[in-house]
């Protein structure tokens, strides 16, 4: 609970925890407004983390996948559930890439709102 309260009570202590981590985590609202990035969004997808203040998730995905693929995702975290995959994303730069993605949907009942939690790992060189 202490580290919870931690959180809470410090948006330094939070930012720098995210910092640690090597993988894009991005925090959105239920139609993927983005609240919050950590530090790795700059090397990984080339945006600084305030510039996805307020932008849409939908940046990241290529034209196609705008059209079924991004709206059923989002689809699928209003009913609560997750999704993780292997998909071709889209940098700042408009180069194409290979991630895999995590989606988890996080429902606050305290807040009344629903949040999603955005986990993004570079595989390009792996594929």
């Given at each position: 609970m202490e580290l919870l309260e931690a959180c809470h009570d410090s948006p330094?202590?939070?930012?720098?925890?995210?910092?640690?981590?090597?993988?894009v985590i991005l925090v959105t609202d239920g139609e993927g407004n983005i609240f919050m990035a950590n530090e790795a969004v700059e090397a990984i997808l080339g945006y600084a983390p305030r510039e996805l203040n307020n932008k849409n998730l939908s940046l990241i995905f290529t034209p196609e996948d705008l059209t079924y693929f991004y709206p059923n995702l989002l689809e699928?975290?209003?009913k609560s559930e997750?999704?993780?995959?292997?998909i071709l994303l889209v940098k700042k730069s408009k180069a194409r890439f290979f991630a895999f993605i995590t989606l988890r949907p996080f429902n606050d009942p305290t807040l009344g709102k629903s949040f999603?939690?955005?986990s993004i790992r570079d595989i390009h060189?792996?594929?």
């Open positions: 330094l202590f939070l930012r720098n925890l995210m910092a640690c981590f090597q993988e699928l975290i209003r997750s999704f993780q995959g292997e999603m939690f955005v060189d792996q594929k």
